[in-house]
């Protein structure tokens, strides 16, 4: 638990892990503490994202309609470099694991499992939007990643933490999928920065992982979703790639994507799929079995799990 860095000794701190960073317009002062009513800090840790999207700076100030910027403390583009976008309380993490927090308040490794959204996490973590698709196949290159270490390692460093209080936003809210890279590596490569001077060797970009559709997960969201109100979300990264590859398939509209509820019209689609893939009756009912979603996931780049 910290007191959270001033703007002044935020730039102090990245500039000496040798970071060159640009400065948005007005970042000293936007932030969503007077209109929560809720100040930033104490700070516990350094969250992780991806944008999912591209040229989304503005968007990262500014925020969306239904979420007011800052959507982050820092944005770091893919050849853009870094921009200072925010400076207290930020909308980045939402809802997170309490659990989760405890243990980067802690330093404990590795982290529990994010199950619950039950703690504000926008109240602790300082956030980095990362500019990258976030679909699994979107490099993040090497430049981009090296900023992205020593952006955290600096935090870090200004703080006394290790690496272990720096966590992925997929590590600490239930549902999320970012970053798209694996946090272990992350983690090991700030570790490295952390126990060299500032400004360090750099390390190579771990490749994009493969996004994971949960199995049993996915099963439970088409048995709760289509009977629960309209739109309910169950699981919703998985059920938006299922979605998505559905869409690809031919066999969903592209109206009925994207809202991460397994809803009647998913079980219809689904079940054309099972249907393309042999089964007939029963086995082609709309609820998700291995067999048939692997052979989706091999065609439309996700992975079954476990
Ligand atoms: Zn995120």
């Known amino acids: 638990m910290a007191t959270p860095l001033t703007a002044a000794a935020m730039l102090t701190a990245l500039k000496a892990e040798g970071l ?17 009513g809720k100040s930033f800090g104490p700070v516990i840790g350094v969250l992780i994202h991806h944008t999912a999207g ?10 969306r309609s239904d979420l007011p910027g800052p959507l ?11 921009w200072m976008i925010g400076n207290g309380r930020a909308n980045h993490a939402g809802l997170v694991d309490l659990d989760v927090i405890q243990a980067l308040i802690a330093e404990k490794s590795p982290l529990p499992h994010d199950d619950q959204a039950n703690a504000d996490g926008n109240d602790c ?12 196949k979107d490099p993040y290159p090497a430049a981009q990643y090296r900023q992205a270490v020593l952006w955290a390692a600096a935090l870090c460093r200004a703080h006394g933490w290790t690496e272990r209080s720096i966590a992925g936003h997929k590590e600490v809210q239930p549902g999320k999928i970012d970053p798209s890279f694996d946090m272990d590596i992350f983690r090991a490569d700030v570790k490295k920065q952390l126990t060299s001077k500032p400004g360090g060797t750099p390390t190579p970009a771990p490749t994009p992982s493969t996004p994971r559709v949960d199995l049993s997960r996915l099963i439970q969201a088409a048995k709760t979703d289509p009977g629960a109100r309209q739109g309910h979300q169950t699981y919703m990264a998985g059920v938006n790639l299922v979605e998505a590859a ?13 809202d991460g509820s397994f809803g009647t019209t998913t079980i219809a689609a689904y079940a054309a799929w099972q249907r393309r893939c042999g089964y007939t009756g029963k086995a082609a009912d709309g609820i998700p079995g291995r067999a048939s979603l692997e052979r989706l996931g091999k065609r439309h780049h996700f992975n079954v799990t476990p």
């Open 20 to 36: 060159t960073v640009h400065e948005h317009e007005g970042w000293r002062t936007h932030n969503r503490d007077a209109a929560t």
């Open 54 to 63: 591209h040229g989304d700076k503005e968007i990262c100030f500014n925020g």
């Open 72 to 82: 982050c403390h820092a944005w770091l583009g893919k050849t853009a470099g870094l």
């Open 125 to 136: 973590l300082y956030g980095l939007e990362i500019e990258n698709l976030g679909n699994g």
């Open 246 to 258: 559905l869409v690809k398939e031919g066999l969903l509209g592209k109206t009925y994507a994207g």
